[in-house]
C-alpha cells in the first residue's frame, strides 16, 4: 500500500510566480490536510479538506494561497505571487478521518529566488 | 490556548542511555497525543500515541507518560541507539472536529555511538 505521495519533491519559482504543489493520499483515505515546516521550526497547520470540501482552513494565508480536494485526482495546493517568505517545506497528511492517525509524505521543498 | 510547548530543543544521549523530551499543552480539548519522528528529507513518521485516558504507553523501547492533571506529557526512549538519532516532534489534536495536529517545535536528538 503506497504511502502518501507528494510531487514535486522540490520546486524553485522566482518571486511573483505560481506554485503549485501536490498530494495523493493514501488508498483509502479521504481526509486531506497540509501543513507548512520553516527551517528550526515545527509544522504548522494550513488546512483540511475532504473530497471537495474545505473543514478548516484557519492556519492559510488569507491572501495568495489556496487548496483543492477534487473528486478526482491529487489535492493541490496553490500558491500565487510567490515571495522569499513563502521558501519552506510543505508536508501533506491523509487519515480515514474520525480518530486514525494522520500519515504523512515527504514533502515539497518551495525556493523562492 | 492552541500551544504545545516542547523541550530541551537539542539532545545529546550517549548510546545506551535514556532520552527524555516533555510536551506541555494548554488546550484541555486536545484528546489524543502522537509523537512523530522525522529524519532530513523525509516527513514526520508517526512513532506512538496516547490518549488521555491512560498515563502509560509502551511500545517496544519507546514509552509515552501522560500527566492530564498537569497537561503535561513526554517520550522516553530507552537504549538509545545511534539510528534514532532524529528530530522528534510532539502534538496534540482534538479528534472529530478540526482533526488538525497542534505540533511542538521539535527536539533534535543525537545518540552517540
Known amino acids: 500500500n503506497a504511502g502518501v505521495m507528494q510531487n514535486p519533491r522540490h520546486l524553485v519559482r522566482r518571486r511573483g510566480q505560481e506554485a503549485r504543489l501536490r498530494c495523493s493520499p493514501m488508498?483509502?483515505?479521504?481526509?486531506v490536510y497540509w501543513y507548512r515546516q520553516l527551517p528550526e521550526e515545527g509544522l504548522k497547520f494550513m488546512v483540511y479538506l475532504q473530497k471537495e470540501n474545505i473543514i478548516d482552513e484557519s492556519g492559510m494565508p488569507k491572501e495568495r494561497f489556496s487548496a483543492e480536494f477534487p473528486k478526482e485526482g491529487p489535492s493541490i495546493l496553490r500558491i500565487q505571487q510567490v515571495v522569499r517568505g513563502d521558501s519552506a517545506a510543505y508536508f501533506c497528511?491523509?487519515?480515514?478521518?474520525?480518530?486514525?492517525?494522520?500519515?504523512f509524505g515527504d514533502g515539497t521543498r518551495l525556493s523562492i529566488l | 490556548q492552541q500551544q504545545v510547548k516542547q523541550s530541551p530543543q537539542s539532545l545529546i544521549v550517549q548510546k545506551g542511555g535514556i532520552s527524555i523530551i516533555n510536551c506541555a499543552y494548554e488546550?484541555?480539548?486536545?484528546?489524543?497525543f502522537p509523537w512523530y519522528q522525522q529524519f532530513p528529507g523525509k516527513g514526520p513518521a508517526l512513532l506512538i500515541a496516547i490518549r488521555p485516558d491512560v498515563s502509560e504507553k509502551k511500545e517496544g523501547r519507546f514509552t509515552i507518560s501522560f500527566n492530564k492533571s498537569a497537561k503535561q506529557f513526554s517520550l522516553h526512549i530507552m537504549d538509545s541507539q545511534p539510528g534514532d538519532s532524529a528530530t522528534y516532534f510532539c502534538a496534540g489534536q482534538t479528534q472529530g472536529g478540526s482533526e488538525k495536529l497542534v505540533f511542538g517545535k521539535g527536539t533534535k536528538l543525537t545518540v552517540n555511538p
Open positions: 488508498k483509502g483515505h479521504s481526509h
Open positions: 497528511a491523509s487519515s480515514p478521518g474520525g480518530t486514525q492517525p494522520q500519515h
Open positions: 488546550n484541555t480539548a486536545f484528546d489524543y
